[in-house]
């Protein structure tokens, strides 16, 4: 991570939870100084007393970026705590869902950089994505620091835009849930199979992060590795006979759900 912008400085973290913790040990684990991180927090837990951080004691008059943990409830009885620093060289960098670059703006000034992120939870084990996009009083070099504070938990990728976002919600946002229920599924279906419990559901944990893990290190498309495993006539062909015809439409759908749910929330 590029740290100078942030030891000269400084970076508030508004909200330490498991999201925000994540981000920090990251930060500084990368080398971020201690002494140029303030974080607000509540309820901060044993682990973020022990960091040494600058923990509920005010904000630096101008850091160099603030980025935005708390969830989108709280954001409104948060946000006074830094509002001063809205109209400012301040880099605002939200992981806040559902709350809009032009709400931001309407309560930190209009001319407030702002970088909304869409990350998700594998994050909490340096596993996550994160999406970004920003207003047009961001620059190049801003994002870039955005960017190098959301890769300490996993990939990056830009956006064209925030009318991108609810679409990224939809797919990586919530995405691991459908990973998880899919899970739930083939342990399910194990057990229908006949396999105990415990047996079905580590066969089911295993297989899909063992695939996954396979999918983000090969070289391979998704197509080519299915195909990797069907042999013509057998086991997995059988099966994907009848997963293949009803599974895209099904994710198609749940997908467009989901974004028409983050469009009616952002509204």
Not at 14 to 33: E, I, Q, R, T, V
Not at 48 to 69: C, D, E, I
Not at 229 to 245: K, N
Request: net charge neutral.
């Amino acid at each position: 991570m590029t740290l100078e912008r942030v030891a000269q400085g400084g970076l508030v973290l508004l909200g330490c939870g498991k999201m925000g913790s994540a981000l920090l040990a990251g930060w500084l684990k990368a080398g971020a100084p201690v002494a140029s991180v303030w974080v607000i927090e509540p309820n901060p837990s044993e682990w973020l007393t022990a960091t040494g951080v600058h923990l509920n004691k005010g904000v630096p008059t101008a850091p160099a970026v603030a980025l935005l943990a708390v969830k989108p409830q709280m954001m409104g009885a948060a946000l006074p705590a830094l509002q001063a620093l809205g109209n400012g060289a301040t880099l605002f960098v939200s992981i806040a869902a559902g709350t809009t670059i032009a709400a931001f703006e309407a309560a930190l000034g209009a001319s407030t950089p702002i970088v909304r992120t869409m990350p998700n939870t594998p994050a909490m084990v340096n596993r996550g994505i994160t999406a970004l996009c920003r207003n047009g009083h961001v620059s190049d070099a801003d994002m870039a620091l955005a960017v190098d504070l959301m890769a300490a938990v996993g990939q990056t990728v830009i956006l064209d835009g925030e009318h991108q976002i609810d679409a990224v919600t939809a797919v990586s946002g919530s995405g691991p849930a459908y990973v998880f229920h899919l899970i739930e599924a083939l342990a399910s279906a194990a057990e229908a199979a006949g396999l105990s419990p415990a047996v079905a559901m580590q066969l089911a944990r295993a297989t899909v992060s063992g695939a996954g893990e396979l999918a983000q290190q090969s070289p391979d498309t998704a197509a080519q590795l299915r195909i990797n495993v069907t042999s013509p006539g057998g086991t997995t062909a059988a099966a994907l006979a009848v997963l293949m015809p009803e599974l895209p439409g099904l994710m198609t759908r749940a997908v467009k759900a989901a974004a028409d749910r983050g469009r009616e929330l952002g509204k």
